[in-house]
C-alpha cells in the first residue's frame, strides 16, 4: 500500500524547500510513521527582501500579496492542484500550514469535500481566518474535520486573536489547542514533534473506532485523555 500523503503549505516569503528545511524535526518524524510528505510552492514569486523574509538565498513566493485587503485564491488552489496532479497524488490525508500558508489550509480544509476529498485531519502554526468577505460563507457550518491550532506566545506577526478567530470557526468537538512559548515559528523539540504525531495517531485512532462502532460522539477515555491533555497543557 502506497503512504498517506500529507500537503505542506509554507507561510508569505518562504517557499517548499524553506519549509521543508523548517519542519524538518516533524517531516522526519513523519516519514518514520509511514508517511509521504509534499511541500508545494506558492504561485506568486516575491523580491528576497520582503517582509517576514526567511531567507536571501533562494526565490521567495507567497499565496497572496501581503497586506492586500482583498485578493482570489484560485491561482493558488490551481497551483496546489497542477502539483498534486504532477505527481499522482489523490490521497492527501492531512495537511500542515504555516502563517499565510496555515490561513489557507483553513480555508482549503472548510471545502475538503471538493477540494481535498480524502482529507482527514489539518494542523495550523500560527493560522488565521481569511477576513474578506467573499470567504465567508465557506466557514459556515463550522470546519467539522480534527483540527490542531498551534500558537506562539510571543507571535508578533500574527497574534493570538487572529489564530482564535480561526479556531472558533471549527467544530468545538473536534478542535485541538497547542501554545509554545516561542514566536513566530514551527518547534522543532522532540517532545513538540512527539505532541503533534501522538495527535495525529489519535485522531486516526478516534476515527478508526467510530468507523467500526458506528458511534458519533463516544471516544475511548485513553483517546480522550489524550486530547485533553493536549489542549490543557498550552506548552510544546
Same mark, same amino acid.
Given at each position: 500500500?502506497?503512504?498517506?500523503?500529507?500537503?505542506?503549505?509554507?507561510?508569505?516569503?518562504?517557499?517548499?524547500?524553506?519549509?521543508?528545511?523548517?519542519?524538518?524535526?516533524?517531516?522526519?518524524?513523519?516519514?518514520?510513521?509511514?508517511?509521504?510528505?509534499?511541500?508545494?510552492?506558492?504561485?506568486?514569486?516575491?523580491?528576497?527582501?520582503?517582509?517576514?523574509?526567511?531567507?536571501? %538565498?533562494?526565490?521567495?513566493?507567497?499565496?497572496?500579496?501581503?497586506?492586500?485587503? =482583498?485578493?482570489?485564491?484560485?491561482?493558488?488552489?490551481?497551483?496546489?492542484?497542477?502539483?498534486?496532479?504532477?505527481? %499522482?497524488?489523490?490521497?492527501?490525508?492531512?495537511?500542515?500550514?504555516?502563517?499565510?500558508?496555515?490561513?489557507?489550509?483553513?480555508?482549503?480544509?472548510?471545502?475538503?469535500?471538493?477540494?481535498?476529498?480524502?482529507?482527514?485531519?489539518?494542523?495550523?502554526?500560527?493560522?488565521?481566518?481569511?477576513?474578506?468577505?467573499?470567504?465567508?460563507?465557506?466557514?459556515?457550518?463550522?470546519?467539522?474535520?480534527?483540527?490542531?491550532?498551534?500558537?506562539?506566545?510571543?507571535?508578533?506577526?500574527?497574534?493570538?486573536?487572529?489564530?482564535?478567530?480561526?479556531?472558533?470557526?471549527?467544530?468545538?468537538?473536534?478542535?485541538?489547542?497547542?501554545?509554545?512559548?516561542?514566536?513566530?515559528?514551527?518547534?522543532?523539540?522532540?517532545?513538540?514533534? @512527539?505532541?503533534?504525531?501522538?495527535?495525529?495517531?489519535?485522531?486516526?485512532?478516534?476515527?478508526?473506532? =467510530?468507523?467500526?462502532?458506528?458511534?458519533?460522539?463516544?471516544? =475511548?477515555?485513553?483517546?480522550?485523555?489524550?486530547?485533553?491533555?493536549? %489542549? @490543557?497543557?498550552?506548552?510544546?
Amino acid at each position: 500500500m502506497p503512504p498517506k500523503k500529507i500537503l505542506f503549505l509554507h507561510g508569505y516569503a518562504q517557499s517548499a524547500q524553506i519549509f521543508s528545511a523548517k519542519t524538518g524535526g516533524l517531516r522526519k518524524a513523519l516519514q518514520k510513521s509511514g508517511y509521504e510528505t509534499v511541500y508545494v510552492n506558492a504561485p506568486l514569486l516575491l523580491q528576497g527582501d520582503m517582509p517576514h523574509s526567511s531567507s536571501t %538565498d533562494s526565490e521567495l513566493y507567497g499565496w497572496w500579496p501581503y497586506g492586500a485587503p =482583498d485578493y482570489e485564491l484560485e491561482t493558488a488552489e490551481q497551483t496546489i492542484k497542477k502539483e498534486l496532479d504532477k505527481h %499522482d497524488i489523490e490521497d492527501v490525508e492531512g495537511i500542515v500550514g504555516f502563517s499565510q500558508g496555515a490561513g489557507l489550509s483553513g480555508y482549503l480544509t472548510a471545502r475538503y469535500k471538493e477540494f481535498l476529498p480524502h482529507l482527514q485531519w489539518a494542523i495550523y502554526f500560527s493560522g488565521f481566518k481569511l477576513m474578506p468577505e467573499r470567504f465567508q460563507e465557506h466557514y459556515e457550518p463550522k470546519i467539522s474535520l480534527p483540527t490542531l491550532h498551534v500558537l506562539g506566545e510571543l507571535d508578533t506577526v500574527v497574534e493570538e486573536s487572529r489564530s482564535i478567530k480561526l479556531y472558533d470557526s471549527c467544530h468545538e468537538d473536534h478542535r485541538h489547542l497547542l501554545k509554545h512559548q516561542g514566536g513566530h515559528f514551527v518547534p522543532n523539540s522532540k517532545s513538540f514533534v @512527539n505532541q503533534v504525531v501522538n495527535w495525529i495517531a489519535a485522531v486516526k485512532e478516534d476515527s478508526a473506532k =467510530d468507523d467500526e462502532s458506528g458511534l458519533t460522539g463516544e471516544k =475511548d477515555d485513553k483517546l480522550e485523555d489524550m486530547f485533553d491533555a493536549i %489542549d @490543557n497543557l498550552g506548552k510544546a
